[in-house]
């Protein structure tokens, strides 16, 4: 009988934390200017998610600088071109621009940031896109965020 509850026990606690894994994703983005991932689902039972980017390049930031930023479809060429005036020192991107519903800081090679936003400030049915904001790069670098039961 302690087998079988040792047992039950360890199914749970694997259960509880692949659970917390679905609201969290890590992002690697490269010097070749890509996004090792193309899109993110997002649960509804999620209340916050994170994103973890990750620059596996060796170049720095001023050349080849990368950040997550997550906006409506249809804010995106307008949220990268105004972000080009606001520069570097602002991560190119507006400041306090309220399309920009989160975003990393921008990093260059080796480096790390992250970004957690409430899943409620998403809406069924709306397209959202995530995007490299560093200028030119968000042609390349972007994907597709869903929000999924």
């Known amino acids: 009988m302690p087998f079988k509850f040792a047992v039950a026990a360890l199914l749970t606690l694997s259960s509880m934390s692949v659970y917390a894994a ?9 010097d070749q200017m890509t996004f ?4 993110i689902e997002i649960s509804k039972s999620c209340d916050t998610f994170t994103v973890n980017l ?9 050349s080849m600088g ?6 409506k479809e249809s ?4 949220i990268a071109a105004e972000g080009i005036a606001a520069g570097l020192d602002n991560g190119y991107l507006p400041p306090e621009d309220d399309r920009v519903i989160a975003h990393t800081d921008m990093i260059g090679g080796g480096e790390s940031s992250s970004t957690t936003f409430d899943v409620a400030d998403l809406e069924e049915g ?16 972007r994907g597709s965020v869903t929000l999924v039961d």
Request: hydrophobic residues 30%; proline residues 4%; glycine residues 6%.
């Open 22 to 30: 679905e609201c969290e994703i890590d992002v690697i983005s490269t």
């Open 36 to 39: 090792e991932t193309d899109a």
């Open 54 to 62: 990750e620059h596996s390049g060796s170049q720095p930031v001023g």
């Open 66 to 71: 990368h950040n997550w930023v997550l906006a």
């Open 75 to 78: 804010d995106v060429s307008d």
């Open 126 to 141: 709306e397209d959202y896109t995530f995007f490299c904001s560093f200028p030119g790069h968000s042609t390349m670098m």
